[in-house]
């Protein structure tokens, strides 16, 4: 299938940085329980927030998921299912696809602002007061009770299941500067609270589950199903609102370690990820999640405080062939299959190939820097530590991945420049002409090497370059592109010569 046929992602420069997230509203006025009381305000519990603001969405037909990609078919409504029945669930997949993200775009389903009690450790709501802290200043204050306003954004966290992590570290353990204050051990207000309990009223996520020891998954069984902690011993009966999200890897999940029997069934729903199906997924992928915080000023790199982008530009064919070259790998009988190869695998290829138009533009003093084919092979060795091969392949990892790059040239070549007539290009070859290129040779040189060409705004079209797009580096981009898939078609012959290529009949 021609890629060209289809609608790419809007090309960018990679300073573009990501979208700015949603400004956030006014903060509510009210200040007091009966504040709260007059404005009308309901309590609802986390998982009915998510579902009515989910259902809200679903029927106004708006995104659910912002910035996810790849998954509106498969994944995505398994997700939707396991929220609305207000079930804990687990994100089970290999890496980089993603898990981690969509957790985290599950807290824009919850309102924006929620109140809670001031000074409350665990947040609990002004109507349902839980700790001793608060149940005590509740029955002091009454109506007068103070309170304050969270934001959506400040109700997530998170814990990377290590295998150093304690049952204090996600439900709490005993302070020992409250008992050196004067309490006595069995005072309930000398628990410190651990993350778990710090994230009442939200959404928690542990990062690779089975890494966890399995006595530790064990303190996490009453959170699931009582909805409660306990802590050393203490008479201490803590109703948590909390929805809770695991991720897995399958390889983990089978080998290195386990989740509990007890607690998998705790859990509602197991829902499987998978690396973009489709060419399209993949190259919308590159583009939203490729940014570097460089900008190119005055013909020089800078590297700016605000995490702005790189100014290179990265062409539509030269990200095709990124995504076609992940695929590849992914694909490859060379490559574990059982380790995956993550999606930060194709956004680390093209920041490096972007950034190689960067370094060139920065030494050579050319003006805008655009990428090219002669800046995908630096990606080959930035890239090999990213790649667990079969043991069968050890020492040929670079000689793969480069046979890989050069198909997935030949493939996007074939997709776009394939049906066209290069006569005009072969023709500067008939008489015996070489053109030399490489990653350090500048477009205008190149361009002067390589001459005039009729039906140059054909190819540059063709390989998705539009109005606009009439700087010497884009006709150098293409023009290279166009040179490579004839040598790789075998119609044209290729010398490697040091840091470039010598094209000849």
């Known amino acids: 299938m021609c890629i060209s046929c289809h609608k790419l992602p809007p090309r960018r420069s990679l300073d573009a940085v990501h979208e700015s997230p949603t400004p956030r509203s006014e903060t509510p006025q009210a200040r007091t ?250 190259l919308g992928l590159i583009r939203q999640e490729a940014v570097l915080n460089w900008k190119f000023q005055n013909g020089q790199p800078v590297l700016t405080e605000d995490g702005g982008g790189l100014s290179a530009e990265l062409p539509d064919h030269i990200v095709e062939v990124i995504a076609r070259f992940t695929r590849l790998v992914r694909e490859s009988t060379a490559v574990d299959s059982r380790s995956g190869v993550s999606a930060r695998f194709a956004i680390a290829a093209a920041e490096t190939a972007a950034a190689s138009a960067v370094r060139r533009a920065a030494i050579t003093g050319e003006e805008r820097p655009v990428t090219r084919v002669a800046d995908l092979p630096a990606v080959v060795p930035t890239l090999r530590g990213k790649v667990e091969f079969e043991v069968s392949e050890e020492g040929r990892e670079v000689e793969v991945l480069s046979h890989l790059l050069r198909r997935a040239v030949a493939e996007t070549f074939r997709g776009t420049l394939g049906g066209m007539d290069l006569s005009a290009l072969l023709d500067k070859f008939s008489e015996g002409v070489q053109i030399e290129t490489g990653e350090m040779t500048t477009a205008t040189d190149l361009l002067q090497r390589i001459g005039q060409i009729n039906g140059l705004a054909k190819i540059m079209s063709a390989v998705g370059m539009g109005e606009g797009d009439e700087s010497p580096g884009h006709a150098a981009a293409a023009l290279e592109f166009a040179l490579e898939g004839l040598y790789l078609m075998r119609r044209l012959s290729k010398d490697e010569v040091d840091g470039g290529a010598v094209y000849r009949t």
Do not use: M
Request: hydrophobic residues 35%; proline residues 6%.
């Open 33 to 282: 329980l009966r504040d709260l009381r007059e404005s009308g305000h309901t309590y609802r519990t986390v998982k009915a927030e998510i579902r009515e603001n989910l259902l809200a969405r679903l029927r106004a037909g708006e995104p659910r998921f912002p910035g996810i990609v790849g998954f509106d078919e498969t994944v995505l409504p398994h997700l939707e299912r396991a929220l609305l029945a207000g079930h804990d669930l687990v994100l089970l997949g290999e890496r980089g696809q993603g898990k981690t993200r969509l957790i985290r775009t599950i807290t824009g389903l919850l309102d924006e602002w929620t109140p809670v009690i001031e000074g409350c450790e665990i947040n609990d709501h002004p109507y349902a007061p839980a700790c001793v802290r608060c149940v005590k200043l509740a029955a002091g204050r009454g109506e007068d009770l103070e309170i304050t306003w969270k934001h959506r954004d400040d109700r997530y966290g998170e814990k990377l299941a290590t295998p150093d992590t304690s049952v204090g570290d996600l439900i709490g353990d005993v302070d020992p500067i409250k008992i050196a204050e004067g309490r006595t051990l069995g005072d309930p207000e000398t628990v410190h609270y651990g993350l778990v309990p710090r994230t009442n009223r939200g959404v928690f996520s542990v990062n690779e589950l089975p890494d966890l020891a399995e006595r530790i998954q064990v303190s996490l069984l009453n959170v699931l199903e009582e909805r409660d902690i306990q802590v050393r011993g203490y008479n201490l009966r803590l109703p948590l609102d909390v929805l809770l999200i695991a991720s897995a890897n399958p390889e983990d999940y089978t080998n290195r370690g386990r989740i509990i029997t007890p607690l998998k069934d705790r859990f509602g729903a197991e829902i499987r990820t998978h690396y973009p199906l489709t060419l399209e997924d993949e």
